[in-house]
């Protein structure tokens, strides 16, 4: 299928690979990703922090180039924070058309308007939703097979919209990682905060919180995350190491893309266990 | 600072009164069950939980909930607006507290709201993050020499994995300045 694609700032900056990997992936399994053309920053956690009016309209104007491009696809977001404020202003936009109207007075001079049309989806919900369950399966060959994997899903791809898993207990990336014929660790930390934002201005939050979360991570050889704020907070404050790395780069592993490719070089963590385990 | 202080700032600002009006109109129907307070991840942190919090919002106590780093802390992970029993929007309540502690530009929240200026700032300016200069005008603008040092650490790592970009700031009104100003000109109206 085809999606439009907001990357979103992170993934041009310390997320890098996660960009990489999502592209590669989408190439991989023959989807073709379209990015929004002029996109701008969504408002991250700060925006909200500061002006509610302005935290609905720089996601709005994203939305309002999505639509623009006529295409009428989904747009498809790897960043949990990016999904849920592009979320939330379409939700907010469609609920009140009094701040549909404001916003869109402030958007008239760029040659913009929203009307929340297009549909907003994160990464997660497209992989496990969508089909490439299957053709992971069959592209894979089973190429991870002895091997245990935690799923870290975070909490801004599951809350506060329910929109494609338990947002207490995520399961939604269980089949993708089976597919590949690896195991899923049974744990309860899958949607326990890392700390967020909260940890880059706190980092003794960041440290507590992560601690808590690895230590349950026990026999698992890698833990794999769909959010560029969780997987920094996870490869910062380890109090062992662990590998941790993007679910697309798993996959694309998986599926015997070259670990270069994917980005594999930038992780912070290190994640050599599971590379040397696809190259033997 | 003193309570006082706090008291006296918001007076002086009617927009910010009105502001914690809402808030607490929001958190009318609260029954100060505690799940907020038990969901929270953050909660061994914060000098008072959650509940206390909103019960502190509810009965004007605004000098305590502004010398509290609770709604500082919070992380929105949005455990506690699933799990509220009335269904209320907790988390959006606590963004709407910083909005009012950034406004009230007050000292003891510097290592937050420094932040949020410093990436408000470079979004205006850029369109995109440029994170690299974003954090290093957070750490001019925090005035804390230990935060800086607290990132050396991770600095480090970064720029080995070649993930620092430090690029030329240039001046301007800003990719998004017309954006923001309309913005803030129709809130005006």
């Given at each position: 299928?085809?999606?439009?694609?907001?990357?979103?700032?992170?993934?041009?900056?310390?997320?890098?690979?996660?960009?990489?990997?999502?592209?590669?992936?989408?190439?991989?399994?023959?989807?073709?990703?379209?990015?929004?053309?002029?996109?701008?920053?969504?408002?991250?956690?700060?925006?909200?922090?500061?002006?509610?009016?302005?935290?609905?309209?720089?996601?709005?104007?994203n939305?309002?180039?999505?639509?623009?491009?006529d295409?009428?696809?989904?747009?498809?977001?790897?960043c949990?924070?990016?999904?849920l404020?592009?979320?939330?202003?379409?939700?907010?936009?469609?609920?009140?058309?009094?701040?549909?109207?404001?916003?869109?007075?402030?958007?008239?001079?760029?040659?913009?308007?929203?009307?929340?049309?297009?549909?907003?989806?994160?990464?997660?919900?497209?992989?496990?939703?969508?089909?490439?369950?299957?053709?992971?399966?069959?592209?894979?060959?089973?190429?991870?097979?002895?091997?245990?994997?935690?799923?870290?899903?975070?909490?801004?791809?599951?809350?506060?919209?329910?929109?494609?898993?338990?947002?207490?207990?995520?399961?939604?990336?269980?089949?993708?990682?089976?597919?590949?014929?690896?195991?899923?660790?049974?744990?309860?930390?899958?949607?326990?905060?890392?700390?967020?934002?909260?940890?880059?201005?706190?980092?003794?939050?960041?440290?507590?919180?992560?601690?808590?979360?690895?230590?349950?991570?026990?026999?698992?050889?890698?833990v794999?995350?769909?959010?560029?704020?969780?997987?920094?907070?996870l490869?910062?404050?380890?109090?062992?190491?662990?590998?941790?790395?993007?679910?697309?780069?798993?996959?694309?592993?998986?599926?015997?893309?070259?670990?270069?490719?994917?980005?594999?070089?930038?992780?912070?963590?290190?994640?050599?266990?599971?590379?040397?385990?696809?190259?033997? | 600072?003193?309570?006082?202080?706090?008291?006296?700032?918001l007076?002086?600002?009617?927009?910010?009164?009105?502001?914690?009006?809402?808030?607490?109109?929001?958190?009318?129907?609260?029954?100060?069950?505690?799940?907020?307070?038990?969901?929270?991840?953050?909660?061994?942190?914060?000098d008072?939980?959650?509940?206390?919090?909103?019960?502190?919002?509810?009965?004007?106590?605004?000098?305590?909930?502004?010398?509290?780093?609770?709604?500082?802390?919070?992380?929105?992970?949005?455990?506690?607006?699933?799990?509220?029993?009335?269904?209320?929007?907790?988390?959006?309540?606590?963004?709407?507290?910083?909005?009012?502690?950034?406004?009230?530009?007050?000292?003891?929240?510097?290592?937050?709201?420094?932040?949020?200026r410093?990436?408000?700032?470079?979004?205006?300016?850029?369109?995109?993050?440029?994170?690299?200069?974003?954090?290093?005008?957070?750490?001019?603008?925090?005035?804390?020499?230990?935060?800086?040092?607290?990132?050396?650490?991770?600095?480090?790592?970064?720029?080995?994995?070649?993930?620092?970009h430090?690029?030329?700031?240039?001046?301007?009104?800003?990719?998004?300045?017309?954006?923001?100003?309309?913005?803030?000109?129709?809130?005006?109206?």
């Open positions: 299928m085809d999606y439009l694609y907001y990357p979103g700032c992170s993934l041009e900056g310390t997320a890098n690979e996660y960009d990489l990997s999502c592209r590669e992936l989408f190439k991989a399994l023959g989807d073709c990703l379209t990015d929004i053309p002029d996109w701008t920053c969504c408002g991250a956690t700060a925006a909200q922090c500061v002006d509610a009016f302005l935290s609905v309209v720089l996601p709005a104007r939305l309002a180039l999505a639509e623009k491009t295409t009428g696809l989904d747009v498809l977001v790897p949990s924070a990016c999904y404020n592009l979320k939330k202003a379409r939700q907010d936009l469609l609920e009140n058309s009094a701040l549909q109207a404001r916003v869109n007075q402030v958007l008239a001079p760029d040659e913009l308007a929203v009307n929340a049309s297009v549909r907003v989806r994160h990464l997660l919900d497209v992989l496990s939703r969508d089909g490439a369950v299957d053709r992971v399966a069959e592209l894979a060959e089973n190429r991870m097979k002895g091997f245990v994997v935690a799923p870290y899903y975070g909490c801004q791809c599951l809350r506060p919209f329910a929109e494609f898993d338990d947002p207490e207990q995520p399961r939604s990336m269980d089949a993708l990682i089976r597919a590949t014929g690896a195991d899923v660790l049974a744990w309860d930390m899958g949607g326990v905060c890392c700390g967020a934002s909260t940890a880059t201005t706190k980092p003794q939050v960041g440290k507590e919180l992560v601690g808590r979360i690895l230590d349950q991570a026990g026999d698992a050889h890698a794999v995350t769909v959010c560029p704020m969780c997987q920094m907070n490869e910062r404050f380890q109090p062992r190491p662990v590998p941790v790395l993007y679910l697309p780069q798993f996959l694309g592993l998986a599926l015997g893309l070259s670990g270069k490719s994917l980005g594999c070089d930038m992780n912070l963590s290190d994640i050599k266990p599971v590379l040397s385990r696809v190259a033997s | 600072m003193h309570l006082t202080d706090i008291r006296e700032k007076a002086a600002r009617p927009d910010l009164t009105r502001h914690l009006a809402q808030v607490k109109e929001q958190m009318a129907t609260c029954i100060q069950c505690g799940t907020c307070s038990s969901s929270c991840p953050n909660a061994g942190f914060m008072m939980t959650p509940r206390r919090m909103w019960r502190a919002v509810l009965t004007d106590r605004v000098d305590m909930v502004f010398s509290s780093q609770t709604f500082m802390l919070c992380a929105s992970c949005y455990v506690c607006t699933l799990r509220c029993p009335r269904g209320l929007p907790l988390t959006d309540a606590m963004a709407e507290l910083k909005q009012v502690a950034f406004a009230l530009d007050l000292d003891r929240f510097r290592r937050s709201t420094r932040f949020y410093a990436f408000m700032d470079n979004i205006r300016q850029y369109g995109r993050v440029r994170e690299t200069e974003m954090m290093a005008r957070y750490f001019l603008a925090v005035k804390d020499p230990r935060v800086p040092m607290s990132y050396t650490g991770m600095g480090i790592k970064l720029m080995a994995k070649h993930k620092l430090p690029h030329f700031p240039t001046l301007g009104p800003g990719r998004l300045g017309p954006l923001f100003e309309r913005a803030t000109q129709q809130q005006e109206q």
